[in-house]
C-alpha cells in the first residue's frame, strides 16, 4: 500500500472532532475501546490509535499497524516535526529520560500555551480531556507526524 504524504485539511479537522467524542472516557491501562461502546475505557496510545482509525476509515486511509505502544508510534510509525499541525501527535517523557512515555493528539498553540487531547493517567484525571501545557514543559518530548496508507 503506498504511503499518504500527509492529512488534508479537513481530516486534521476530522481527528480533533473525534477525539472530542471521547472527553471523560475513563483512563485503563491496555484500554482500546471506541467512544460509542459500552463502558469504554483507552489507555494514551489506544486513544490515539482509535481517533485515527476512525477519521481514516471514512476517508479510505488506514494506519500501518492494528494496535502499538508509544514507543511504537514514536520510533516506527510517525515522522518527527517542529511544526505541527492540528491532528499531530505530541510525545512526552517522564522528565528524566529521552524515550516517550505518553502520548496525546495536538490541537494548536496560543502564545507558549500548547493544546492537546490525551488519555491522562496522572491520579487526580484519569479520563481523556483537553489539556494545555507551557511550550517549555520539560515533559515535551517533541512532536510527530503520523504516517497513513492508502487503502487503493
Known amino acids: 500500500m503506498p504511503a499518504v504524504p500527509s492529512l488534508t485539511d479537513e481530516e486534521r479537522t476530522a481527528l480533533i472532532e473525534t477525539a472530542a467524542l471521547y472527553k471523560e472516557i475513563p483512563y485503563e491501562w491496555g484500554g482500546q475501546s471506541f467512544w460509542y461502546e459500552s463502558s469504554p475505557s483507552v489507555d494514551c496510545s489506544g486513544y490515539v490509535i482509535n481517533v485515527y482509525k476512525e477519521v481514516l476509515e471514512e476517508n479510505g486511509k488506514q494506519l500501518p499497524f492494528e494496535d502499538e505502544t508509544v514507543y511504537g508510534i514514536w520510533s516506527r510509525y510517525s515522522e518527527p516535526t517542529d511544526s505541527p499541525l ?20 495536538f490541537v494548536c498553540k496560543e502564545g507558549s500555551a500548547l493544546w492537546f487531547w490525551d488519555a491522562s ?29 492508502s487503502k487503493a
Not at 492540528?86 to 493528539?105: A, N, Y
Not at 496522572?122 to 504516517?147: H, Q
Open 86 to 105: 492540528m491532528g499531530d501527535l505530541v510525545f512526552f517523557t517522564d522528565g528524566e529520560g529521552d524515550e516517550p512515555v505518553h502520548i496525546g493528539i
Open 121 to 149: 493517567s496522572l491520579p487526580d484525571t484519569m479520563r481523556v480531556m483537553l489539556r494545555c501545557y507551557d511550550e517549555s514543559n520539560a515533559k515535551i518530548l517533541g512532536f510527530g507526524r503520523m504516517m497513513v496508507l
